[in-house]
């Protein structure tokens, strides 16, 4: 079992920075994918990044490339998303995710809500 709690949201403006952690408890992520949604309100829940720790590739939504950077610290077992250049539509709740494997995503944070202001 894995448990995952996102950190690091909160009310930024736009051109502004924030990162955001997802720190994991009960396993090692060292063999999971593990990726970052977001849901704003009204809105499906959208992919943002994700990073294959089995092989270390990192894959973006066209909409975050060039602002935003995943990364991961093994020894904290936590991953970052860096996000630079926020624009207002990127206010969202932002929520981890991790996975074996592909398909479904096995195990899910609670989410971390950012905000960005015009």
């Known amino acids: 079992q894995v448990q995952l709690v996102e950190s690091g949201g909160g009310l930024v403006q736009a051109g502004g920075s924030l990162r955001l952690s997802c720190a994991a408890s009960g396993r090692t992520l060292s063999s999971y994918t593990v990726g970052w949604f977001r849901q704003a309100p009204g809105r499906e829940r959208e992919f943002v990044a994700r990073?294959?720790?089995?092989?270390?590739?990192?894959l973006y939504a066209d909409s975050v490339k060039g602002r935003f950077i995943i990364s991961e610290d093994n020894a904290k077992r936590t991953v970052y998303l860096q996000m630079n250049n926020l624009k207002v539509e990127d206010t969202a709740i932002y929520f981890c995710?991790?996975?074996?494997?592909?398909?479904?995503?096995?195990?899910w944070g609670q989410g971390t809500q950012v905000t960005v202001s015009s």
């Open positions: 990073v294959d720790r089995n092989v270390g590739s990192t």
């Open positions: 995710a991790a996975r074996q494997g592909i398909g479904m995503w096995d195990y």
